[in-house]
């Protein structure tokens, strides 16, 4: 076996070798695309590969800095903005989602709307927004796999995971920054339909209960009435259909509480259907019997002004299979 001298030729190539697989320090200068972006969420998306734990340690470290300050996971990106980010090796994704798997290939049959600027999609139920917490990948990853060549997809809201219907994709910064706003200023109407256990009043057409998220010792996550020290939360109803012992309501949530309108259906006596946090045990068993095994909670319809055009437009959902053979199971009643 031959030994390689520190000076011989094919030590200094190997060294060479060596100083160009070395990640070096990379400045990043943030252009119209990415103005107003959360840091944290930029680099999850520039060092693909990357935790969040590992980003949120460097910059907690100093060693991914914005015009050579340190910067918390929060700041906002603006145009010009220089980033700094120390050397790190970054590994692709290991396991990329797949096109291929039935669950990602049939989300093309569910888009409503696509433009050069944003998604409408018919989210359906059990998939999750975007992966985590065991999910090894949600909506938003899947789509990204169907649209590779995106420059950008983000979230524009969300959805519970059990909950199906209308939801936005920005394909832009500037979209997502314009329905954003919309959001805020609550121009964006998103109608939900939703089955409840009981006869719903159509006297009862608002629910103004406080909302509070409370932790529990098992970990999970509930949100609990509390009208002292909770959220201020409205929800809008109106009747749809009356059923025997059920009513098919349409929801209208004028603010963005987590699971509000499913609490606010509890805590007003009238619990959704299948509802595993906030539901009836007796009401979840009479729809299973009758074949429903999901939530029956969709968001049906979505009305916003378009960023490009300045239209107004609106999208609706049609329900899944599963909702819709659940209520032809309902005999009608009238009052």
Not at 193 to 203: D, I, N, P, Q
């Amino acid at each position: 076996m031959k030994q390689q001298t520190p000076n011989s030729p094919l030590s200094a190539k190997k060294n060479t070798a060596d100083n160009e697989d070395r990640p070096k320090v990379r400045f990043v200068t943030i252009d119209e695309e990415s103005d107003g972006q959360r840091i944290d969420n930029f680099l999850l998306k520039t060092l693909k590969g990357v935790p969040k734990s590992m980003i949120y340690r460097l910059l907690r470290k100093g060693e991914i800095r914005v015009n050579k300050k340190r910067t918390k996971p929060e700041y906002k990106l603006q145009i010009d903005d220089i980033i700094r980010i120390a050397p790190i090796r970054v590994s692709e994704e290991s396991n990329p989602v797949s096109t291929q798997l039935k669950k990602v290939s049939s989300l093309e049959n569910h888009i409503l709307f696509e433009d050069d600027c944003l998604i409408v999609i018919n989210k359906p139920t059990g998939m999750a927004v975007h992966g985590g917490s065991g999910l090894s990948f949600g909506l938003i990853e899947a789509l990204r796999a169907l649209r590779p060549n995106a420059k950008m997809l983000e979230l524009v809201h969300r959805l519970d995971r059990d909950t199906s219907g209308c939801l936005m994709i920005a394909k832009k910064r500037s979209t997502l920054r314009a329905l954003h706003e919309q959001l805020r200023e609550k121009s964006v109407q998103k109608f939900y339909h939703a089955l409840v256990k009981g006869h719903w009043s159509t006297k009862l057409t608002r629910a103004t209960q406080g909302l509070r998220k409370n932790d529990l010792k098992s970990g999970e996550r509930v949100v609990v009435v509390d009208n002292i020290n909770g959220k201020e939360s409205e929800t809008r109803f109106r009747v749809l259909k009356h059923y025997e012992g059920a009513t098919l309501v349409r929801a209208f949530p004028v603010t963005g509480r987590t699971h509000q309108i499913r609490v606010h259906c509890k805590v007003n006596g009238h619990p959704i259907a299948c509802d595993d946090k906030y539901g009836s045990e007796g009401f979840t068993a009479q729809m299973n019997k009758q074949g429903l095994k999901r939530l029956f909670l969709h968001a049906a319809s979505l009305e916003f002004t378009h960023p490009k055009s300045g239209e107004r437009v609106k999208f609706e959902a049609p329900y899944d299979n599963a909702l819709t053979a659940i209520l032809k199971k309902q005999t009608y009643k009238t009052y």
